[in-house]
């Protein structure tokens, strides 16, 4: 017979894409989930329906029948692992980056900020964090209890078809609204990684059946961490309009909040090393190009106005007080007073650099 697989979630934006992969292998594949959503591309395959939040109910669900390997998307991962404990012979699961100190507070750290690139040897949240963190970082260590060789994944914010929480929205609603111009705090230079849907499942599949990911915990991204200016000049792109992002800074510009998911523009951005190399590891669809993907997606499939995905958002998209703030910036910008014009020298670069603005002949530093 066939390996068999269990898949508990199975619907969400990485499931369909994680069945393929685990069928691919030569796996056949039984998904558990609640059955509020299905979708066609799982249709094919047997289907348990139970409350996934519930240990005890998952068991019942399937019973006595035992499986070689179990990925746990979705449900209560520690009520899952323990209910699972003799019944799997690899148990692979998906949790998430907020396990790291600061990810939901980056003042954690001082100065304030995760490390960059924080990998999977990077300081875990504690019982003095949020709650949230302190809950994911618990269950990971309970989950290993029960399953000393499993396999465990952090995810980072997931993108593409389906995402309850579309960071792009941010931007192409606002460009179907007509607007051109669109604020971004402090430059838009703030970095995180994120997970397109399909590349996250083509990391997870790729630890079943291998034996290097057993008792190993792997962050997970795409290899590529955008900025916030190149995610809403890639959106634009693939929307086919010019924008004008304006930069104002974080603390000015509170309509950006919904954008940078945090009180601060420091970043989040994950070492994903330890995937790439163990597992062999690499994006099924490049950044940019997964980006674009989910802008058109968003653009053929736009939540609706006030809508579930627009109040985890929390973004209002009140023109009226972005056109304010613009109005005021402009306005501010154009009494600016540059305090070296008259100076008999202007700040430099740096003798070093070598780039756009400098200017020739330099001095001659050589004693």
Partial sequence: MPPTALLIGGTGPTGPHILRALEAKGLTVTIVHSGRHELDEVAHVEHLHTDVRSGRAVLDAIGDRTFDAAVVTYGRLREIAEVLEGRVGQFVSIGGAPAYRGFFDPDRFEPAGMPVPTGEDGPTSTGDDDAKSDRIRRTEQALFAHHPSATHFRYPY?????????????????????????????????????????????????????????????????????????????????????????????????????????????????????????????????????????????????????????QVLEDPFDYHAEDLLLAWWDDARASYADPHVDRPTRPGYGLHYGGPGTSYPRPDTRS
Avoid: M
């Fill in 158 to 310: 997931v993108y593409g078809p389906r995402q309850p929480v579309p960071r792009e929205w941010y931007f192409v609603r606002r460009l179907r609204d007509g607007r051109r111009r669109i604020v971004v705090p402090d430059g838009g230079l703030t970095l995180a990684t994120y997970g397109y849907a399909e590349n996250l499942a083509h990391g997870v599949a790729l630890a079943v059946g291998n034996d290097r990911a057993a008792g190993e915990i792997f962050n997970l991204g795409d290899r590529e961490a955008l900025t916030l200016a190149q995610v809403g000049a890639i959106c634009a792109d693939a929307l086919g309009h010019d924008v004008d992002l304006v930069s104002i800074p974080w603390d000015l510009a509170p309509c950006t909040r919904p954008l940078v998911g945090q009180h601060r523009t420091t970043h989040r951005v994950l070492d994903i090393a330890k995937a790439v190399h163990l597992l062999g590891y690499d994006d099924v669809v490049p950044a940019r190009a997964a980006l674009a993907r989910a802008a058109r997606w968003l653009n053929e499939h736009p939540p609706g106005p006030g809508g579930i995905e627009e």
